[in-house]
């Protein structure tokens, strides 16, 4: 059964991007059909920050009204914590944008919300199986629907977005993801957070813990694991989170931390990386997560998902004909070319930040960096907020961190191994970010530079 041979674009997948592409598209005329395999609620530990170049994205798109009636928290900057020592360092934005807190579920359930008012978006909860393939191009999908009826959608495109455990993406992508370590999630009620309405990087210890508001009432906990296999849950795991981890909360958290913890309701999710490395092919985009996935640290992930989104809407309204396979591949290379320039400074800070959570050196100097104000807090942060996308900026940050670190160390040691040691950060900052620039399609003069700097490092 074919439920319409007329439809625009079919999105596969009604999660934080999907959903907000057939918003942007819905609004803007296009027949959409949405399908999605679960339409309730979902109970997630990620996608519950949203930093405020994603709320900008919202409002090119005209759905910011997604934030409202949701509880969302404003998140107004971040709070840095090392070994006792902290500081705050305050968003510098434009126009009264500000990040926000909110539980993912509730979230995507307004995302959906909006759809339903679009007369022209239709959407049906379903499970899509496989494409519809016809002389090398897709012209839409298989699912199974309610009653476990084979059926079929024809459209126009179709816009793959069933999130990171896609089935979809290995015909469209070259690339694998992988699994870079776990985040363990509790919600701490009734928190005493340092700084009200920020997020909270706790740097000590081996591995980040991160505390931002969800609710006017709730706080979200993120506890990294390090490696490729999860956390084991069970009492040696709660000792840890009670010990090891507990000690490095601040006090005034304290008590709503161990409660949670004691109460024991906490999820773990693997966080991945994965480069945008598509496969052009007609009648079908990657987008979200399927595409691209980057480590949660810097909250910026819906950041991509809405500026992709937006993006590729503004590449597909350009097309005139929508019969016109070719003119749809075009926007679509349109679109895959210039998603670095969007997403890439977003991209390389996850996975560089991440990078220099595992060195102590590295997050010394990081921590000392900032901390210092003016252009080397409000740059870096620019940034993390998204409201810069300036890659040569990130790139001129992240090595002036290194050898801020380097000097430190010279300042403070005394003897032959100084030498040795800040030799070795900049050379540990070198190896962290040169992969993580290549994969962002750099120009040949960066190209150049990187090689230069593995060779003396």
């Known amino acids: 059964m074919i439920l319409s041979p007329s439809y625009d674009v079919c999105i596969i997948g009604a999660g934080v991007a999907g959903s907000a592409m057939a918003a942007y598209l819905g609004k803007n005329g296009k027949k959409v059909v949405v399908i999605e395999k679960n339409l309730a609620e979902m109970d997630r530990i990620l996608g519950e920050l949203l930093q405020p170049g994603g709320v900008q994205m919202l409002r090119k798109m005209g759905i910011e009204s997604s934030l409202e009636n949701i509880d969302a928290q404003p998140v107004i900057g971040y709070g840095m914590f090392l070994d006792g020592k902290s500081f705050q360092i305050g968003y510098k934005a434009e126009k009264g944008l500000t990040g926000f807190g909110f539980r993912n579920g509730k979230f995507v359930q307004s995302l959906r919300s909006i759809l339903f008012t679009l007369p022209n978006v239709t959407v049906i909860e379903a499970a899509a199986n496989s494409f519809i393939e016809e002389n090398g191009e897709i012209k839409g999908i298989n699912f199974t629907d309610s009653a476990d009826q084979p059926k079929q959608i024809r459209a126009?495109?179709?816009?793959?977005?069933?999130?990171?455990?896609?089935?979809?993406?290995?015909?469209?992508?070259?690339?694998?993801?992988?699994?870079?370590?776990?985040?363990?999630?509790?919600?701490?009620?009734?928190?005493?957070?340092?700084?009200?309405?920020?997020?909270?990087?706790?740097?000590?210890?081996?591995?980040?813990?991160?505390?931002?508001?969800?609710?006017?009432?709730?706080?979200?906990?993120?506890?990294?694991?390090?490696?490729?296999?999860?956390?084991?849950?069970?009492?040696?795991?709660?000792?840890?989170?009670?010990?090891?981890?507990?000690?490095?909360?601040?006090?005034?958290?304290?008590?709503?931390?161990?409660?949670?913890?004691?109460?024991?309701?906490?999820?773990?999710?693997?966080?991945?990386?994965?480069?945008?490395?598509?496969?052009?092919?007609?009648?079908?985009?990657?987008?979200?997560?399927?595409?691209?996935?980057r480590h949660p640290l810097t909250g910026?992930?819906?950041?991509?998902?809405?500026?992709?989104?937006?993006?590729?809407?503004?590449?597909?309204?350009?097309?005139?004909?929508?019969?016109?396979?070719?003119?749809?591949?075009?926007?679509?290379?349109?679109?895959?070319?210039?998603?670095?320039?969007?997403?890439?400074?977003?991209?390389?800070?996850?996975?560089?930040?991440?990078?220099?959570?595992?060195?102590?050196?590295?997050?010394?100097?990081?921590?000392?960096?900032?901390?210092?104000?003016?252009?080397?807090?409000?740059?870096?942060?620019?940034?993390?907020?998204?409201?810069?996308?300036?890659?040569?900026?990130?790139?001129?940050?992240?090595?002036?961190?290194?050898?801020?670190?380097?000097?430190?160390?010279?300042?403070?040691?005394?003897?032959?191994?100084?030498?040795?040691r800040s030799y070795r950060m900049i050379r540990d900052a070198v190896n962290i970010i040169s992969p993580l620039l290549m994969s962002e399609k750099p120009g040949l003069g960066m190209k150049s530079l990187l090689k230069i700097a593995r060779k003396i490092f």
Not at 183 to 199: A, I, S
Not at 209 to 231: H, K, W
Not at 382 to 401: G, N
Request: charged share 20%.
């Open 300 to 420: 910026a992930g819906m950041t991509a998902a809405f500026s992709d989104c937006y993006n590729l809407g503004n590449c597909l309204l350009e097309v005139k004909d929508w019969w016109n396979s070719m003119e749809i591949e075009l926007a679509i290379k349109k679109f895959y070319d210039t998603k670095t320039k969007q997403t890439g400074s977003i991209n390389i800070l996850a996975d560089a930040l991440y990078g220099v959570m595992t060195s102590q050196d590295l997050k010394e100097a990081c921590f000392s960096y900032l901390k210092q104000g003016g252009l080397k807090a409000s740059e870096p942060v620019s940034i993390l907020s998204t409201l810069s996308r300036d890659k040569h900026m990130l790139q001129r940050h992240f090595f002036a961190v290194a050898f801020h670190g380097a000097g430190n160390i010279l300042r403070a040691k005394s003897g032959k191994a100084k030498l040795k």
């Open 156 to 293: 126009s495109l179709t816009i793959v977005s069933d999130g990171a455990l896609s089935i979809f993406r290995p015909s469209l992508s070259k690339s694998e993801k992988k699994v870079t370590g776990y985040f363990l999630g509790l919600v701490l009620e009734n928190c005493d957070l340092p700084y009200p309405n920020h997020g909270h990087v706790i740097m000590s210890g081996t591995s980040p813990v991160l505390l931002y508001p969800i609710t006017s009432t709730g706080t979200r906990a993120l506890i990294d694991f390090q490696g490729e296999q999860a956390p084991r849950m069970g009492e040696e795991l709660k000792q840890h989170l009670l010990t090891k981890i507990g000690a490095i909360i601040p006090e005034s958290a304290k008590p709503s931390y161990m409660n949670a913890v004691n109460a024991g309701k906490y999820k773990v999710f693997p966080n991945h990386r994965l480069p945008a490395n598509p496969v052009l092919k007609k009648g079908a985009v990657l987008l979200g997560d399927s595409l691209n996935m």
